[in-house]
Structure formats: C-alpha cells, structure tokens
C-alpha cells in the first residue's frame, strides 16, 4: 500500500478531517436521510474541491466522500439504485484531487464506510421503512466494498464502528477486498468515567426523534477485542470527544499492538466558529493531536467539525516519528 514505508518505519501519517461538514462548509446543503452521501451525485465540484484542499494543508490520507452512500442509506434518498455510480463517483474524485495536487507526494485514497442508517427527516433516528435485514445489510456491505475497491481505493478506513454485530459485517466486507482495513472506533466516557460505545442517547440526544430507542452500549474493551480480532491493519479511536480520547487510546495501547490512529470530533469547544456552533480552535486541536503523537499515536487527523484549517495548523509542528507508546500495566 501507498503508505506502507512510512507505517513500517514509525513515520507520522496525516489524515484529513472532516469530510461531510466540510462540503457543507464549502456551501452545499445535505441530505435529511442520507446526510453527505448525494453530493457525490449533486455537487461533484465542492466534493473534489475538500480533497484538493485538504492536500494541501499536509494531509497524507484523503477520504472518499463514502460515510453514508451504503445501499440502504441511498434508499432514503430514493437513490438506492445508483449505489454503484456514486460510490464508484466518491472515489474517481478523490483521485482526480491527487492527481491535479497531490503528484509531488504520496497521498493514499482511504474508503469510508460505516454503519450508517437513512435518518428520518430532521433528525439522526434510524428511518424504519430502511433497515436492512441482517441478510440484506450484510450483501450491501459487500456490495459497496466490491465497488470502492474496484473504482480504485487504496484501502478502508471503517468509521464509528460502535458495537460488534453490525460492525462486524461491514469490516468483514472490506476486508474479503484484500485491501488494507483502518478500523476507527467512537467511544462515550460516562460520567462515572467508563467507556462505552458511542452512545447516541447520550451525545445525539437533541437530535434523536422522541421515541428513539437505541441498543445500550457495550463496554469499550469487549467492542476492542472482538474487531481489532478480525484481521485489521490499523485500530484507533475516532469521531469520539477530546474527553474520551486520552483514556480510550490508552485502553487501546494495552488492547492492540499494531499501529494506532487518533481522529476525534472537534465539534464541542469553547470557540465559536462564523455559523454559531462550538467548535475546537485549530490551535487547541494540534495541541492535543501532538500529545497523542508523543504517547504512541501513528495516524492522526479529525472528524466531525475538523476543518482544512486544523489540519494546516496540526502539519505545523508535528513531529515527523511516532513516540514510545506507552508501557504495559504492570
């Protein structure tokens, strides 16, 4: 894989940030049910335009705008029938962004995928005319890595996988690709200070229907165990709050011996951004991405809210080598 050299040598790999409010920051409105995923269809330009961009700011990793183009999300959108045209689409303009910036550097294409639902309209509740069967979102899984891999990504990047059963499907599908699987895990840190799954109840909860009902979330370690077991590349902790960040990578460290990646949410700041909503200061995200790149970090970027801006200031003064990673518990 592109990157290979720079993993096996203890380099430092930038990812990018976000990718869905980042094309809506570039003046595209989103879908109510299938969030990001149309504009690959509707606003090829801005898509392309996020990548070129955040080629430039230093990233080494540029992410195919694929979070929310699985088939069962698309049906929201009544564009079910088009999966194979736009998710083939999110990739060909990933790479016509490294082809028009990127050539003087070795700049990896990651397929997203994740565990996303259609939503119903104004809200992050699951639509229930669109569920799969367990059956049927396990073939669209497999369909759309087939698809990704094919239109010519260089590997996965499986984003907030949460739980085991669903996550297992989707990871199991990228990885029967043959392609290099990145698995990124979003935790919650409870009040008590355990960690959980991404708890939607608790961190969605403005934006979740009133008689949402969701699964209770497993234990961070059991969710850990059982995907980093399945035969990944890389595991890290992503699109999870700064708070939550420090004690999951280190339950990560102990857990997983591999390369660790670190992408968190920067939504939720004292900062506030042009739109009104809170947002971490570029500054104050490299700060934090630098002290997770001392304690072991590899690959390192930002989520939702994370915008060109951060990972500018983040390429700044990053070292260029990973630092020791933490020693064992006694």
Not at 113 to 130: E, I, K, Q, T, Y
Not at 178 to 207: F, H, N, Q, Y
Not at 212 to 226: F, K, R, S
Not at 233 to 261: C, E, Y
Request: aromatic share 4%.
């Amino acid at each position: 894989m592109i990157l290979d050299d720079k993993l096996r040598t203890g380099r430092v790999v930038v990812l990018d940030g976000a990718v869905g409010t980042e094309i809506e920051r570039f003046g595209v409105a989103l879908h109510d049910a299938a969030w990001c995923g149309v504009a690959n269809k509707t606003h090829p330009d801005a898509v392309r335009s996020v990548h070129e961009a955040y080629i430039r700011a230093g990233s080494d990793v540029v992410t195919a705008n694929t979070f929310a183009t699985c088939r069962h999300v698309l049906d929201g959108a009544g564009l079910g029938d088009e999966t194979v045209a736009i998710n083939t689409r999110a990739v060909e303009l990933a790479l016509e962004a490294r082809d028009r910036v990127g050539a003087s550097r070795p700049i990896a294409v990651a397929a997203s995928m994740s565990n996303n639902v259609a939503w119903l309209p104004g809200s992050l509740s699951p639509d229930p005319r669109h569920l799969p069967t367990p059956k049927q979102e396990a073939a669209n899984y497999r369909e759309m890595a087939d698809t990704l891999a094919q239109a010519g990504a260089d590997l996965f990047l499986m984003e907030m996988m949460l739980d085991v059963v669903r996550a297992r499907r989707s990871i199991e599908a990228a990885l029967a690709t043959g392609l290099p699987v990145w698995v990124g895990i979003s935790c919650t840190r409870r009040p008590d200070g355990s960690l959980v799954g991404w708890d939607m109840a608790r961190e969605e909860r403005a934006s979740l229907c009133e008689n949402h009902v969701g699964e209770e979330p497993l234990a961070l370690e059991t969710i850990i165990d059982e995907l980093t077991s399945l035969g990944g590349t890389v595991a890290g902790i992503m699109h999870s709050t700064v708070d939550a960040m420090n004690p999951a990578l280190g339950l990560l460290f102990q857990r997983w011996k591999g390369p660790v990646m670190a992408y968190p949410e920067t939504s939720s700041d004292n900062a506030t951004d042009e739109q009104g909503a809170e947002r971490m200061s570029p500054a104050r995200f490299a700060e934090h991405a630098r002290h997770w790149v001392g304690m072991g970090v590899q690959i390192i970027g930002g989520c939702c809210g994370t915008t060109v801006d951060h990972i500018r200031e983040l390429v700044k003064d990053l070292p260029d080598r990973v630092g020791p990673r933490p020693s064992p518990p006694a």
